[in-house]
């Protein structure tokens, strides 16, 4: 096979395993559906709310100033628990939201002297990835491409510095 087909040839083979595998890697999200919690929130302090949600989670709320809400992941849980620190992504005005998967609680900051009640709306989705097994062909010609840019180099190495068996030095 002459070097510039090889070449070329190689540099499809990479092409098209980067495709498969960001064909591979694309999620397809579902709706489940939505649920609506309302929260009891304690003035000046944090109410933390555990939630029993599986999926990609996006909660949006009724917040006004001074009120802020978290969805918490097991680690971002435990450090709130250990260390008191949260995330810096939160719904702190009217119209934002907060994105978390798999979250295990809800935290509810507030600075206000009373007692609030806040109307929290949680937008459930499910992730599957219906293209996953490409990754497997495309591993496969990443490797064939790899091999083929490989062997072009020796190849060229053997053609350029005249590069003899070990066997035929000895017997010449």
Known sequence: MRAEIRMA????LLLSSVGLAILAATPEFEFVGREELLVDVRPMNDTLVELDVK???VATCNATWGIELYLLSDLELERYRTWGSLPHDNVDEVGESVTRRDPVALV???EFWKPVVLVVELEIYRQHMPYALLSIPAYALSIGGVGLLFYGL???LKSKYGYEEVGEEENA
Do not use: K
Request: no cysteine; hydrophobic share 60%; charged share 15%.
């Open 9 to 12: 040839f190689s540099f499809v």
């Open 55 to 57: 999926g990609v989670v």
């Open 108 to 110: 509810v900051r507030s």
């Open 154 to 156: 020796f190849e060229f």
